[in-house]
């Protein structure tokens, strides 16, 4: 699963010349959904959308707070051209789980979110449907997330809980050096 996160002012829907979503402050998250994503790829997505720090504090620190912190919206957009492959100069989608069932899997991608955060601001597109997503980036900020492939470890040691191993945290390898 990828997932382009950006920070915005606003963003909204439009379907056939009309408006069928709007948020203010907050992220607008274009999601690509791969053939071999499951549950534990969604939950990954998930937590990390919602906790990804993009927001200042109340003293304005930078990269402290997140959409729930701030209790801002959020505003899905499924979009199956992340999982583009190019081929020469041509986008191929094979990757992309196929419509059948990246519907229903998108379907509970919000749901999750709406159980995880508060459902009022949880908003989205209209899944399949020709769309123009009028994104009104703050900062610029845009993040790219990916969920680790499945079946694999996280490379991020932090993530596996694991801490990072220093000359200062074992002594004993200095003499390696």
């Not at 191929?92 to 419509?99: G, K, N, R, V």
Request: proline share 5%; glycine share 6%; aromatic share 6%.
């Amino acid at each position: 699963m990828k997932a382009l996160v950006q920070r915005v002012t606003r963003a909204s829907v439009t379907v056939g010349g009309e408006q069928i979503s709007a948020i203010g402050r907050g992220i607008c998250v274009l999601l690509g959904i791969s053939l071999e994503d499951t549950q534990k790829e969604l939950e990954h997505m998930v937590r990390k959308i919602l906790n990804l720090r993009v927001f200042e504090d109340e003293s304005g620190k930078h990269w402290s707070k997140s959409v729930m912190d701030k209790q801002y919206e959020v505003l899905c957009i499924s979009q199956f051209t992340l999982q583009c492959v190019l081929k020469g100069n041509k986008p191929d989608f094979h990757l992309a789980m196929p419509t059948e069932q990246a519907e229903s899997f998108y379907n509970s991608f919000l749901e999750q979110l709406r159980k995880t955060y508060r459902p009022e601001l949880i908003k989205d597109g209209k899944f399949g449907a020709y769309m123009q997503v009028h994104i009104q980036n703050d900062g610029p900020v845009t993040v790219e997330l990916e969920s680790p492939a499945p079946g694999a470890a996280a490379s991020d040691p932090k993530q596996m809980g694991l801490e990072p191993v220093t000359l200062r945290s074992r002594p004993e390898l200095r003499s390696r050096v």
